[in-house]
């Protein structure tokens, strides 16, 4: 009954943040930060050094998940100020990212929120926390109170459970893709490679 009732408040959820009619919410809990920056941006532009790439606000997603990419279109939409950017776990980046705050480079098992902080250290988060966090961010009006609620209501381990039920049968959704390529990727807010 808990995966289904997720799963349920899951699109729930989606159709909320399409509709702008959310919350903001918790705290959160990161990953121990990890300095990563200048090495990723060494590695992604050699040729510029002058150049400063951020790595805040970046969402890495399964990217051969074609629900993972509807989530991503459904943010596209609603994400109106470009607070977010994208990159597909399997990329370069994203492998980058993922050891740059602790993780397994091929770990594809959730989605993640990267933020950069003055000073280039990464911060992740996952699972439910990176669902709030990316509401939080949106700043879209009334969503923050009813995250906040859901959050507060819910403890950590049941709302990372009903996530880790919705990510293991993320391909039965909506399928699954061969490449982690996007055909409608949007010029700069995608760090895929």
């Known amino acids: ?8 408040l899951f699109f729930t959820c989606f159709k909320l943040i399409s509709t702008h009619a959310f919350l903001t919410p918790p705290l959160s809990w990161p990953y121990h930060p990890s300095p990563l920056a200048s090495r990723l941006e060494a590695s992604s532009s050699p040729a510029s050094s002058s150049s400063s790439i951020s790595y805040n606000n970046v969402i890495l997603y399964d990217g051969v998940c074609n629900f993972c990419n509807a989530w991503v279109d459904i943010l596209l939409r609603v994400d109106r100020k470009n607070k977010f950017r994208f990159a597909a776990l399997q990329s370069r980046v994203g492998m980058e990212l993922l050891e740059g705050v602790g993780k397994e480079k091929d770990d594809i098992s959730s989605v993640m ?57 993320r391909y039965n959704f909506l399928g699954k893709r061969t490449t982690f390529d996007r055909i409608n990727a949007e010029e700069g807010r995608f760090l895929n490679d």
């Open 113 to 169: 929120l990267i933020k950069e902080n003055q000073t280039g250290t990464l911060t992740g988060y996952q699972k439910s926390d990176c669902i709030v966090e990316v509401i939080k961010e949106l700043g879209i009006p009334a969503t923050g109170v009813v995250a906040s609620g859901l959050s507060r209501a819910l403890p950590r381990g049941v709302k990372d459970g009903m996530y880790d039920a919705v990510a293991r049968n």
């Open 1 to 8: 009954m808990v995966p289904s009732t997720f799963i349920l």
